[in-house]
Nanobody
Framework: VQLQASGGGLVQAGGSLRLSCAASGRTFSGYDMGWFRQAPGKEREFVAFISWSDGSTNYADSVKGRFTISRDNAQKMLYLQMNSLKAEDTAVYYC????????????????WGQGTLVTVSS
């Protein structure tokens, strides 16, 4: 699976952005998907997860209620709608695919996109 993330940019605090992740190659519907982010000088951290089988989702506490993950299996697309953005959301955001393991642990994910930069100005 090849993943291509897009949609990042500069936004003011309180604003919104929608990230997209296009998948190509092998089947997309067999993989659970996640979004991670990495801020400068910090470790990569889990943001959101969505199951391929039933669409169930999980979120990091820091984004719960503000971010929404979704997927379109037919179009092989993954999305992250980010609302009420804060300065601390500034990071490079990565989409990733996994066939199993702990959804919040980056080592569980086998395929990664290249990342897209989100900068939130306060």
């Amino acid at each position: 699976v090849q993943l291509q993330a897009s949609g990042g940019g500069l936004v003011q605090a309180g604003g919104s952005l929608r990230l997209s992740c296009a998948a190509s190659g092998r089947t997309f519907s067999g993989y659970d998907m996640g979004w991670f982010r990495q801020a400068p000088g910090k470790e990569r951290e889990f943001v959101a997860f969505i199951s391929w089988s039933d669409g169930s989702t999980n979120y990091a506490d820091s984004v719960k209620g503000r971010f929404t993950i979704s997927r379109d299996n037919a179009q092989k697309m993954l999305y992250l709608q980010m609302n009420s953005l804060k300065a601390e959301d500034t990071a490079v955001y990565y989409c990733a695919a996994t066939s199993g393991g702990s959804y919040y642990y980056h080592a569980s994910y086998r395929y990664w996109g290249q990342g897209t930069l989100v900068t939130v100005s306060s």
